[in-house]
């Protein structure tokens, strides 16, 4: 596990790998055998953000547990809570389109931690200086 070179998983990641009917579900499994000696990070709000998600996409209750079973046991999670304000912060001073509360909180760890690598299918990602997306 290279833990020099951290990568944050964005929840368009998580969501196509678990959701086989998703346009990059293929894509995503092929990454996340890739991503076995990387060292991969998500804050708790991506493991809610994934779960609502595929909730409302009709998975069961049992295939949500086994969901969250994978997340915690296979990636590292922080704790984002002190996070949320300097997100709102940049959400709101971004003049970036379509850049979501949630993709400025992201963004916003990242650079505290100093990590510049992001797993994600999401392409607004392109749009932030300093981030490198990784698909």
Known sequence: MNENNP???DASFLIA???VKDDFHKRAKELW???KEDYIIISKSVVGEV???LKNK???LSDLNGVYY???KEIDIIEDC???VEGLKECLTNPIRGYSYWDSLYVTIMRDLGMKEMI???TDFDKIDGIIRIE
């Open 33 to 35: 055998n890739e991503l």
């Open 82 to 84: 002190h996070y949320h």
């Open 17 to 19: 790998l678990f959701l």
């Open 51 to 53: 779960i609502t998600v």
């Open 120 to 122: 994600t299918f999401d």
């Open 70 to 72: 994978i997340i915690t």
């Open 7 to 9: 990568k944050f998983i």
């Open 58 to 60: 009709g998975l069961s």
